[in-house]
């Protein structure tokens, strides 16, 4: 006489109820990573408090939607709620993933569940279990707040890039007697809550480091890459490979944090601003040519080539200029080597050129070198407001957070050269540089006391007596 399906349905819950492990390995066919039998452990045995710092794609996605899963179906009522902080992070990323999982369940499992675009609900009780996906966001911090069930979970991811307003808000959430939070992440940041649980705090936390040298999921070619690319003692290999914060004492000028950060979160850009444009243009024939726009806290996907001479150059530059719906008010040109002779001729053109040499003195007294160490302090100060858009660029992460900075005896701030990088092993900052070349507007308001809509004919000139 076959088992009737209720009593079925009672002896499944019961076998894995507190054994989300077996659920994984039984029902989806998976061997978890050692870390992953440990962190679904932890959260089975009561663990209140998780935090698990890595490298790139050690299977943090994977193991946080296996556990969403399997909280939703053997845990009643229960509530869980999936974070990160931005939406393209959470839902293409981790509520994507969940999703997939969920495919991947025997159909009378699926059958139990009703995913919706940013919601899972268990049809026989929606409104008491259920797993919500919610983005982070510092101006609207309720994401984890006011969740409260006999059975909670709490999942943040990129747990770094969390503004710290939401985990304020989420307080009374975490705190819960039923509550487990679990923080996920690459450790962009050496600040903020997911900091402090591996740091201060981790005698209250149960935690993890995952390595990509150590991780299975993880091939020797990408270990490789980000050392030959970045080097194995600079920042971007500790968060990206090692799963280890950055250095404060790092003598890079801009952190990895501000640039990945940059690159993920959601910005909504302003259609009405003008445009100005920063144009690198190569000195050799290893370099690129680059064309930067940026409209007010956007940087648009950038345009780079290479074997140009100055007209081509210049007819790639016009064309664009041409075709822009919105034109840019003034395209600052790098006037070292060639880039004086791309410069004049787009102004006979009758494009809004200006030439920038950036080897010559800064535009105030602010402890810089030169104008190029300063439109690179003003670069940094633009990714500091943390209210930005870059776009999604491995060349512009790269050319970003790869110089250094020194102090001249006299106390200025000397940003490394393009021949000291490659001296390095390191290729030109093209990209980076263009970028920079963006803020040479604000150089030139500085200067002339003028809007920078106004005068640009003329190159900037500087007094170039104090430069050392």
């Not at 959430?173 to 809550?193: E, K, Y």
């Not at 591996?198 to 050392?227: F, G, I, M, N």
């Not at 050269?417 to 390095?424: A, G, L, V």
């Amino acid at each position: 006489m076959a088992e009737a399906p209720e009593r079925l349905m009672q002896r499944w819950i019961a076998a894995y109820r507190d054994d989300p492990i077996s659920f994984v390995v039984n029902e989806f066919g998976i061997e978890p990573d050692p870390w992953q039998r440990d962190l679904m452990e932890a959260v089975a045995s009561g663990e209140r408090r998780i935090s698990v710092r890595s490298g790139h794609g050690v299977g943090k996605s994977a193991v946080a939607s296996w556990l969403c899963i399997w909280h939703i179906l053997f845990r009643f009522p229960q509530k869980t709620v999936v974070t990160a902080p931005t939406s393209s992070q959470l839902f293409d990323a981790l509520f994507a993933e969940i999703k997939g999982w969920i495919n991947k369940l025997q159909p009378a499992a699926q059958a139990l569940l009703d995913v919706k675009s940013e919601r899972v609900e268990l049809l026989a009780a929606p409104a008491e279990s259920f797993i919500a996906a919610k983005t982070s966001r510092a101006e609207t911090p309720e994401a984890l707040q006011g969740v409260h069930s006999e059975h909670v979970l709490l999942i943040g991811d990129e747990a770094s890039g969390i503004p710290e307003a939401v985990f304020e808000a989420a307080s009374g959430s975490m705190s819960g007697h039923t509550a487990s939070t679990i923080l996920l992440g690459n450790p962009t940041r050496g600040s903020g809550l997911f900091y402090d649980t591996h740091t201060k705090l981790a005698d209250r936390w149960w935690t993890r480091r995952v390595s990509c040298v150590d991780s299975p999921r993880v091939s020797d070619e990408y270990v490789e890459e980000q050392a030959e690319r970045y080097g194995e003692e600079s920042n971007v290999y500790r968060v990206r490979v090692l799963g280890e914060f950055p250095l404060r004492d790092d003598d890079t000028m801009i952190p990895v944090d501000l640039v990945q950060s940059a690159m993920d979160r959601d910005v909504v850009g302003n259609d009405a601003a003008s445009e100005v444009w920063g144009l690198d243009v190569a000195r050799f024939g290893s370099d690129a040519t680059v064309l930067c726009r940026r409209q007010a806290n956007v940087i648009f996907p950038m345009d780079a080539w290479r074997g140009l001479d100055t007209m081509q150059v210049v007819g790639q530059i016009k064309q664009r200029y041409d075709a822009a719906s919105v034109k840019p008010v003034e395209i600052l040109v790098d006037s070292i080597g060639i880039g004086a002779g791309v410069c004049d001729r787009l102004r006979e053109l009758g494009l809004p050129a200006r030439d920038i040499n950036v080897s010559e003195s800064p535009s105030m007294q602010n402890g810089y070198l030169n104008l190029r160490a300063e439109l690179w302090g003003s670069m940094k100060a633009f990714l500091e407001k943390r209210d930005c858009l870059l776009p999604k660029d491995e060349d512009l992460f790269s050319d970003l957070v790869t110089p250094r900075y020194v102090f001249t005896s006299n106390g200025k701030m000397k940003l490394e050269s393009k021949d000291e990088m490659k001296r390095r092993g390191f290729k030109s900052p093209d990209r980076g540089d263009a970028m920079a070349l963006t803020f040479g507007t604000e150089a030139s308001t500085a200067i002339y006391g003028t809007s920078y809509t106004k005068g640009w004919g003329q190159p900037l000139r500087r007094d170039v007596r104090g430069v050392v």
